[in-house]
């Protein structure tokens, strides 16, 4: 892997070039992001932004309490996600742990969803605390299974500590892993990184490393997916671009819950990396709840009124 003749793989050089990337003001990201949050999206281009934030979805269920049933009719969900109106447009992925991801694969391809990804959360989630080997077991045994993307998270006990050649070296790792088999999203928890510089660094080195998409959060910690997190991090893909000619994805996850929060992501996406980016090949949105509200005002806009919340299935 050359890491796109910006660095060699070595800690100083990687070190060297976090160190030369611009800093992030902090005021100016805010009031930016804060600005776009306030445009207004008229009836015709809200239903396209509608059709747009479902087809960018990653379902997700991460929970200690997660059956086969319920991954199951999560995926069914994920393929018609109104069962009563088949011009919906499936959602991107469903996002499961390791020893669902055979079950949700069999239960797309059953129900006709095989364009329906499955992303299986790897490298010790939601902490990335373990051994390199378990990691690596982790993310094998996710590919093993179907997933064909694979959500790794970061030390970011390691980055905060500046031991950033380790993070790197675990991302190049998992990337080989998943070459040719499965895309790599990496999770930044933005949460956790404490500052926008901090953001704008791990967005970097997560790129140089092969990160297919960077991720904002587990979805675990708070605060996760805030406007001017992502903002940031498209900046960082956007400055990317006009280095190496590579369009790298961003995936905001945590807490966008309702169709205004991911309207104003999709604004944020337009207005920072341009039209290019509005498609779940380059922008996803991981969510649970999202979906249902999302349903809900595609029918306001088509039928004049809002349905029964229990119109949609419940997750």
Not at 109 to 115: A, E, N, R, S, T
Not at 149 to 165: C, K, N, Q
Not at 196 to 214: C, E, Q, T
Not at 251 to 276: F, H
Request: glycine share 6%; charged share 25%.
């Amino acid at each position: 892997m050359k890491f796109y003749g910006l660095v060699d793989g070595s800690d100083i050089s990687l070190r060297n070039y976090l160190n030369t990337l611009s800093g992030v003001d902090q005021i100016g990201a805010e009031a930016r992001a804060a600005m776009l949050a306030t445009r207004s999206i008229k009836t015709t281009a809200k239903s396209w932004a509608i059709e747009t934030a479902i087809s960018m979805v990653d379902l997700t269920t991460l929970e200690g309490a997660d059956t086969p049933e319920k991954v199951r009719a999560l995926c069914t969900k994920a393929v018609r996600p109104n069962p009563a109106d088949s011009t919906v447009p499936s959602v991107a992925a469903i996002c499961v742990y390791n020893d669902m991801v055979d079950i949700a694969r069999k239960q797309l391809d059953l129900i006709g969803g095989k364009d329906v990804a499955v992303a299986a959360v790897s490298t010790a989630f939601p902490s990335g605390r373990a051994s390199m080997e378990v990691k690596i077991q982790d993310t094998q045994d996710a590919i093993n299974a179907g997933a064909t993307e694979i959500d790794m998270v970061i030390d970011r006990g390691a980055f905060l500590s500046g031991r950033y050649i380790e993070v790197f070296n675990e991302i190049v790792v998992i990337r080989e892993l998943c070459e040719g088999k499965a895309h790599l999203k990496v999770i930044l928890e933005t949460g956790e990184l404490v500052t926008y510089d901090n953001v704008r660094k791990a967005s970097f080195l997560s790129m140089l490393a092969g990160a297919d998409f960077i991720k904002t959060s587990t979805g675990k910690v708070t605060p996760a997916a805030t406007p001017p997190v992502v903002l940031v991090m498209l900046e960082a893909v956007r400055d990317f671009h006009e280095m190496t000619s590579h369009r790298i994805g961003v995936k905001a996850a945590g807490g966008i819950r309702t169709t205004k929060d991911a309207i104003k992501q999709l604004v944020l996406v337009n207005e920072t990396v341009g039209a290019d980016w509005l498609k779940p090949s380059l922008f996803r949105i991981g969510a649970s709840a999202l979906l249902n509200d999302l349903l809900m005002q595609r029918m306001k806009i088509r039928d004049g009124y809002y349905p029964s919340p229990t119109y949609v299935t419940i997750d």
